[in-house]
């Protein structure tokens, strides 16, 4: 087989002072941070869609980028196995450990499901060879219920019983392949999980079914030896207007109310938590603290555009506040999937390095800057210091549950008036921030 990307080497770290194009700057996957080397703390993965589907069509034009890969006919099994070459040669040219994939991603959709699942046999075969002798791994799998037609009206959340079945053949079939490929997870992105009036939804009826059809995969899941996370992957809308699984609390708040907190954690994508009018920060907060940071679609948004740009992460403050979190949680069962797509005037295969390489040391600056801060001490310091009156006193007696409603009013009224909390001092940690971020 010959090679597709030709020209393009083996992309090694050369250092912040290179000027080569096709080098790394920041990420050095041997480099060892907080006691771990950064190719652990960053797991990336390459998303079979964008970086091997996507050829920059939009709803005004045609695409620009030839991603037929050397097949003669695009939308054949050729052309599949010739995106398995593309992807295997950019996943090692890169030193990228992991894949994505939407179970339509792999082959082109047959009228009949049968014929689907018959090409997904055989490529997942394919795909399994590709594999050997390499360390490259399937991060997660996730079914395409929101594409074809029959989902118009959602999947689980479907008015339909017939399609539910089709959604439950597709969830069956695609946790199948991400068992065969190794994946760490699985995921469920509910893009036509919502709705577009109150008028026609019964809002309970459709949450209910969509809890239904995630319990029906998790026991499916574990019967077959899926040992992974299953993930929601939270959006507020688009495609739909209002889509159930808006943000982290709420998607957190429905795995708890239909007993699912167990088995499922968060796939939190930083262009989703904008569209919710959160920080990614936020989201990967929210998750953090219930136990429930599991995987990152690593990408950004434009502030100025109200949709999904999915554009490759070039935000160094960002990235340092996400790996933030990621390290104070002890780091993510996940990844960081790189669901992100060229700028359609970005349409050649240097492009595509170009992408990934921007992205992946975005993350690596990111995660070299938040190891600084955690060490810099000082804004730990400064949280510690603020909430410092429940350390002892009425304020232990009250993180203690040692006291009651009165017992606090009695208090509060012997005081007559209580000294100011002490200063937010925001504008000192954020000189913190940037003193670490540019102290070289
Ligand atoms: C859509 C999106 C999806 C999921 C997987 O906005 O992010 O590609 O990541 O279905
Ligand atoms: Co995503």
Same mark, same amino acid.
């Given at each position: 087989?010959?090679?597709?990307?030709?020209?393009?080497?083996?992309?090694?770290?050369?250092?912040?002072?290179?000027? %080569?194009?096709?080098?790394?700057?920041?990420?050095?996957?041997?480099?060892?941070?907080?006691?771990?080397?950064? #190719?652990?703390?960053?797991?990336?993965?390459?998303?079979?869609?964008? %970086?091997?589907?996507?050829?920059? @069509?939009?709803?005004?034009?045609?695409?620009?980028?030839?991603?037929?890969?050397?097949?003669?006919?695009?939308?054949?099994?050729?052309?599949?196995?010739?995106?398995?070459?593309?992807?295997? #040669?950019?996943?090692?040219?890169?030193?990228?450990?992991?894949?994505?994939?939407?179970?339509?991603?792999?082959?082109?959709?047959?009228?009949?499901?049968?014929?689907?699942?018959?090409?997904?046999?055989?490529?997942?075969?394919?795909?399994?060879?590709?594999?050997?002798?390499?360390?490259?791994? $399937?991060?997660?799998?996730?079914?395409?219920?929101?594409?074809?037609?029959?989902?118009?009206?959602?999947?689980?959340?479907? $008015?339909?019983?017939?399609?539910?079945?089709?959604?439950?053949?597709?969830?069956?079939?695609?946790?199948?392949?991400?068992?065969?490929?190794?994946?760490?997870?699985?995921? &469920?992105?509910?893009?036509?999980?919502?709705?577009?009036?109150?008028?026609?939804?019964?809002?309970?009826?459709?949450?209910?079914?969509?809890?239904?059809?995630?319990?029906?995969? @998790?026991?499916?899941?574990?019967?077959?030896?899926?040992?992974?996370?299953?993930?929601? =992957?939270?959006?507020?809308? #688009?495609?739909?207007?209002?889509?159930?699984?808006?943000?982290?609390?709420?998607?957190?708040?429905?795995?708890?109310?239909?007993?699912?907190?167990?088995?499922?954690?968060?796939?939190?994508?930083?262009?989703?938590?904008?569209?919710?009018?959160?920080?990614?920060?936020?989201?990967?907060?929210?998750?953090?603290?219930?136990?429930?940071?599991?995987?990152?679609?690593?990408?950004?948004?434009?502030?100025?555009?109200?949709?999904?740009?999915?554009?490759?992460? $070039?935000?160094?403050?960002?990235?340092?506040?996400?790996?933030?979190?990621?390290?104070?949680?002890?780091?993510?069962?996940?990844?960081? %999937? &790189?669901?992100?797509? %060229?700028?359609?005037?970005?349409?050649?295969?240097?492009?595509?390095?170009?992408?990934?390489?921007?992205?992946?040391?975005?993350?690596?600056?990111?995660?070299?800057?938040?190891? =600084?801060?955690?060490?810099?001490?000082?804004?730990?310091?400064?949280?510690? =210091?603020?909430?410092?009156?429940?350390?002892?006193?009425?304020?232990?007696?009250?993180?203690?549950?040692?006291?009651?409603?009165? #017992?606090?009013?009695?208090?509060?009224?012997?005081?007559?008036?209580?000294?100011?909390?002490?200063?937010?001092?925001?504008?000192?940690? =954020?000189?913190?921030?940037?003193?670490?971020?540019?102290?070289?």
């Amino acid at each position: 087989m010959s090679e597709i990307f030709a020209g393009i080497p083996e992309i090694k770290f050369e250092g912040k002072d290179s000027k %080569n194009p096709l080098a790394f700057k920041y990420y050095d996957p041997k480099k060892v941070i907080m006691g771990k080397t950064m #190719e652990e703390h960053l797991p990336f993965a390459m998303a079979w869609w964008h %970086n091997l589907g996507a050829n920059g @069509v939009d709803m005004f034009g045609r695409g620009t980028a030839d991603k037929s890969f050397g097949a003669s006919t695009e939308g054949t099994m050729e052309h599949a196995k010739a995106k398995v070459d593309a992807g295997f #040669e950019f996943m090692k040219k890169l030193g990228i450990k992991y894949f994505c994939f939407h179970d339509v991603d792999l082959v082109p959709e047959a009228d009949d499901i049968n014929e689907t699942n018959r090409r997904l046999d055989e490529i997942s075969d394919y795909i399994l060879e590709k594999m050997k002798g390499t360390d490259i791994k $399937c991060l997660w799998g996730t079914a395409n219920m929101f594409s074809n037609p029959r989902f118009m009206a959602g999947a689980g959340s479907t $008015c339909s019983a017939d399609v539910f079945c089709f959604a439950a053949a597709q969830v069956k079939k695609a946790l199948d392949i991400t068992v065969k490929l190794g994946g760490r997870g699985y995921v &469920f992105w509910g893009g036509r999980e919502g709705y577009e009036t109150l008028l026609n939804t019964d809002v309970k009826f459709e949450q209910e079914n969509i809890a239904k059809l995630m319990h029906l995969a @998790v026991d499916y899941g574990r019967s077959i030896g899926f040992t992974g996370d299953f993930y929601i =992957e939270p959006k507020p809308k #688009e495609p739909m207007k209002h889509q159930y699984d808006f943000d982290a609390a709420t998607a957190i708040g429905f795995l708890r109310q239909y007993g699912l907190d167990k088995d499922f954690k968060m796939n939190i994508e930083a262009n989703h938590a904008t569209l919710a009018q959160h920080t990614f920060q936020h989201e990967l907060r929210i998750s953090a603290i219930n136990g429930m940071l599991g995987s990152i679609d690593a990408n950004q948004g434009d502030p100025l555009l109200g949709w999904d740009t999915d554009e490759f992460p $070039c935000n160094v403050y960002d990235a340092t506040m996400a790996m933030y979190e990621v390290l104070k949680a002890g780091g993510l069962t996940g990844g960081f %999937n &790189f669901d992100s797509k %060229n700028r359609r005037p970005s349409y050649t295969y240097e492009d595509m390095f170009y992408a990934f390489i921007l992205g992946m040391d975005t993350f690596a600056l990111g995660l070299i800057k938040a190891a =600084e801060m955690i060490e810099d001490g000082r804004i730990d310091d400064f949280i510690k =210091e603020r909430y410092s009156s429940f350390e002892s006193g009425i304020g232990k007696k009250i993180r203690d549950d040692a006291v009651s409603l009165k #017992e606090l009013s009695d208090y509060a009224l012997n005081m007559k008036a209580p000294a100011l909390p002490i200063s937010g001092k925001q504008e000192y940690l =954020e000189s913190i921030v940037n003193n670490v971020l540019f102290n070289n």
